[in-house]
């Protein structure tokens, strides 16, 4: 269950030194790709980092990494076991994010990072990793309406949350592309508590060596975020741009509008592209990126998965039209986060359904990802196949692309 508080995590922690630097990312939407372009830019940069970013991807332990690398499971389980110990001698009774989070901290203490970068679970004010002992800076990308049961209905509401990962003291950079009333709550939060608010830029030379063409309106302002909070954390940086530009254009971040081969398992020569959008604004980006540069090559097949508790309206309306085709698929558990319940597959094509989609073109699938998988192939005839909806749907056709080229190999 979603258990927010600081209470069990300060203990849990009380264990683990920290003497690294943090730069901590909460918002709703672009963390993980802020997170990833600053654990890139810091490492071309020479300093020792880590990066705790959530959910997994793949393997549970691939929520970690050192030096861009993922922690090596070994050290993982070793951490992790240490971790549920101290909990259990403790009677702490910490949820499974505090022990994920806990273990993240322990692994970095033992490989003796310089720099965190530690993206926020849930939230900030109360998120686990707000635990943070010496943050060097905090970002606050895009906000936008998600996780209302927990976190608020309004979008003010919300950015409060968020904000509360801030410090006296610690400046606190804002994604500039945020709306008034966004910034406006940041803002008097930071007066409140005696820091300041930095707006996200593109005004650096850095940014003269990169074309912004080659990226899409939202990555470039999550670059705008990453980089201007790295300047703040590693003033040293001027002299290290030569490296910083080529750690961006080869960064990979998988699960986001990401192209996968899905040859070995449905025969089809085309690519499909998988993406992790999961609220409406997330969604939005997506079925602009979608509208641009797939549509010209015919209707879209969709193979698609929510969590149980999303504005799933909101977030198929900027996706589907009329003559689209769905696949609903349901993901299967989620390894350490057992509160994560994956809607129905039936509920989905209810509501494609009154989006204009024909009966004759939803397919409910089950739990059957292969099937989907396969449903799709056939009904696009080579036409553009899109997977989104949810993280951990992108977490299990990853994970089953990957064995199933275990098993060829």
Not at 40 to 46: C, D
Not at 168 to 173: L, N, Q, S, Y
Not at 234 to 248: C, D, F, N, V, W
Not at 261 to 289: C, F, K, M, P
């Amino acid at each position: 269950m979603i258990e927010l508080g600081l209470a069990r995590i300060s203990r849990l922690l009380s264990y683990t030194p920290q003497p690294w630097k943090a730069i901590h990312v909460a918002g709703t939407n672009g963390k993980g790709s802020i997170c990833a372009y600053l654990s890139a830019m810091l490492h071309a940069s020479g300093v020792q980092c880590g990066r705790f970013t959530s959910p997994h991807l793949i393997d549970r332990w691939d929520c970690i990494t050192v030096n861009e690398q993922p922690v090596q499971e070994s050290l993982f389980l070793e951490a992790e076991k240490l971790t549920a110990e101290r909990n259990q001698k403790d009677g702490i009774g910490a949820t499974e994010f505090e022990l994920l989070t806990a273990t993240a901290f322990e692994v970095f203490a033992r490989e003796k990072i310089e720099m965190g970068v530690i993206e926020v679970g849930l939230g900030g004010r109360l998120d686990a990793t707000n635990t943070l002992q010496n943050k060097a800076v905090t970002v606050i990308s895009k906000i936008g309406l998600d996780h209302q049961s927990v976190l608020g209905n309004t979008i003010e509401e919300i950015t409060r949350q968020k904000a509360g990962i801030m410090r006296p003291g610690v400046p606190c950079v804002l994604d500039r592309s945020n709306p008034p009333p966004v910034q406006a709550v940041v803002k008097e939060h930071a007066r409140e508590i005696g820091t300041d608010v930095i707006l996200s830029s593109t005004e650096s030379s850095f940014f003269h060596g990169l074309s912004e063409k080659d990226f899409q309106p939202h990555q470039w302002e999550n670059l705008a975020c990453a980089y201007t909070a790295f300047q703040l954390a590693y003033p040293k940086s001027e002299s290290s741009q030569h490296r910083l530009i080529p750690a961006i254009k080869n960064i990979n971040w998988p699960g986001r509008l990401q192209t996968v081969s899905i040859t070995g398992v449905t025969g089809r020569q085309e690519t499909v592209l998988l993406d992790g959008a999961h609220n409406v604004q997330s969604a939005e980006v997506l079925g602009s990126y979608v509208n641009e540069k797939l549509r010209k090559a015919g209707r879209v097949t969709w193979i698609l998965a929510a969590s149980q508790g999303k504005e799933l309206e909101g977030i198929l309306k900027p996706l589907l039209r009329p003559d689209d085709s769905v696949a609903a698929v349901q993901f299967g558990p989620v390894d350490g986060m057992p509160w994560v319940q994956a809607m129905a597959p039936q509920e989905i094509l209810g509501v494609a359904s009154a989006s204009g989609i024909d009966a004759t073109q939803l397919h409910n699938s089950g739990s059957d990802i292969l099937g989907a998988l396969r449903w799709a192939t056939a009904v696009a005839e080579g036409g553009p196949i899109v997977i989104a909806g949810s993280l951990y749907l992108v977490s299990d056709v990853l994970r089953l692309l990957r064995d199933a080229d275990q098993l060829k190999a």
